[in-house]
Nanobody, 119 residues
């Protein structure tokens, strides 16, 4: 129905910046909120940021003031700008999307992109 493809991950130095992108394709007309989760080795998957269809945002307190989520609805793309990166931010980052016609809460997931922050 909907496919999500992340890009922009990589290896960066502590204090550096990185921007992740997630492009949605397929039947995207019913997508509502989009967001980012992350999962570090041996840890639970955790919410990073959410953005609604109207542009309202919410962030995990661990990334608040450092990360910014945004979206381009015309391109069906969501972004995560990550600044002042810390080694603790190292994780696989997953894009997700909510379909207003489905049970949710998150109906579609990308394959993930690795972010590694070196000390």
């Amino acid at each position: 129905q909907v496919q999500l493809v992340e890009s922009g991950g990589g290896l960066v130095q502590a204090g550096g910046s990185l921007r992740l992108s997630c492009a949605a394709s397929g039947r995207t007309f019913s997508i509502n909120a989009m967001g980012w989760f992350r999962q570090a080795p041996g840890k639970q998957r955790e919410l990073v940021a959410i953005i609604t269809n109207g542009g309202a945002t919410n962030y995990a307190n661990s990334v608040k003031d450092r990360f910014t989520i945004s979206r381009d609805n015309a391109k069906n793309t969501v972004y995560l700008q990550m600044n002042s990166l810390k080694p603790e931010d190292t994780a696989v980052y997953y894009c997700c999307a909510e379909d207003q016609r489905r049970a949710g809460p998150w109906d579609y997931w990308g394959q993930g992109t690795q972010v590694t922050v070196s000390s």
